[in-house]
């Protein structure tokens, strides 16, 4: 069974502008999370969704967003992109929104924002 | 989630058995521990978890104290490979909350194995 992808893969954009990152998950799966990670604050949750709704969000500002499609897969989005933006965010997926069900990590979407 | 305490570095040599603790005085009666580790810039792998009793599969074993307080993640025969960031998290058992679903990092134990 195929793993979580995650696209791209690297990324470079410009202060101000706009990125979105796409999550493929393990078929199957129905929930999806969004992390973020840096060498400052380490790995942080952005959001949850199951059943393209969002059930869960973290600390991060309104520029972060995020959706998920009927078929489980999901994509985020960062508006006018700042600095500190610059991080690997990764994707996971598990069977259902439960804490029961374990997570699945995709290699992530390295971000650098110059 | 209750906080999880972890040593910052730990090493072992290949071959033997690495022992990663964790203490998780706070941890209430439904709430899972669940182990993952990060092999330097990879996604996080997930190891095993466990909810009272003692767990094992193909990678490791986790033993968690009648008390809850505490647990251990074993890694019977630590090879090279098994260089990584180990994280110990607590997740909330129950639906619901602000907690439902989301994994809490930690700073986690790395994790060094020596030829």
């Known amino acids: 069974k195929a793993g979580v992808t995650q696209t791209p893969r690297y990324l470079i954009k410009t202060r101000g502008q706009q990125v979105t990152l796409s999550c493929s998950p393990i078929?199957?799966?129905?929930?999806v999370s969004w992390y973020q990670q840096t060498p400052g604050q380490g790995l942080q949750f952005l959001f949850e969704?199951?059943?393209?709704?969002?059930?869960n969000k973290g600390n991060f500002p309104g520029r972060f967003s995020g959706r998920q499609f009927s078929n489980s897969r999901s994509e985020m989005n960062v508006s006018t992109l700042e600095l500190g933006d610059s991080a690997l965010y990764l994707c996971?997926?598990?069977?259902?929104?439960?804490?029961?069900?374990?997570?699945?990590f995709g290699p992530g979407t390295r971000l650098t924002v110059t | 989630d209750a906080k999880t305490t972890q040593p910052p570095s730990m090493d072992c040599a290949e071959g033997r058995a690495a022992n990663l603790p964790c203490n998780h005085s706070?941890?209430?009666?439904?709430?899972?521990v669940y182990w993952y580790r990060q092999i330097h810039s990879q996604g996080p792998q997930y190891i095993i978890h466990?909810?009272?009793n003692n767990e094992t599969n193909e990678m490791a074993s986790l033993i968690i104290t009648e008390d809850r307080k505490s647990s251990t993640l074993i890694l019977p025969h630590a090879t090279l490979r098994d260089t990584a960031v180990y994280y110990c998290?607590?997740?909330?058992?129950?639906?619901?909350?602000?907690?439902?679903?989301?994994?809490?990092f930690g700073q986690g134990t790395i994790l060094t194995v020596h030829p």
């Open positions: 996971a997926s598990s069977l259902g929104a439960s804490s029961a069900y374990e997570q699945y």
């Open positions: 078929s199957g799966h129905r929930s």
């Open positions: 969704y199951f059943s393209e709704t969002q059930r």
């Open positions: 706070t941890i209430s009666g439904n709430e899972y």
């Open positions: 466990g909810l009272k």
């Open positions: 998290i607590v997740r909330a058992r129950n639906a619901g909350g602000t907690s439902y679903g989301k994994l809490t």
